[in-house]
């Protein structure tokens, strides 16, 4: 018996439902991750800046 083309194929079957189960939850979260990166990286460069320089 292969079991390395048989472990390969169990894998490969695993994944597809995987992905098809979770796709569209981590779309939805890869999403909200986005808009949390805007915000973040709004932050950052406003508030944080300023208080670097008021740090500095």
């Known amino acids: 018996m292969d079991l390395r083309g048989r472990s390969g194929v169990w894998i490969a079957g695993a994944w597809g439902w995987v992905l098809g189960f979770l796709g569209p939850w981590l779309w939805g ?9 805007g915000c973040i990286r709004s932050m950052r460069d406003g508030d944080v800046r300023k208080d670097w320089r008021v740090g500095e």
């Not at 979260?29 to 990166?37: C, D, G, H, V, Y």
């Open 29 to 37: 979260l890869n999403l909200r991750f986005e808009s949390a990166r």
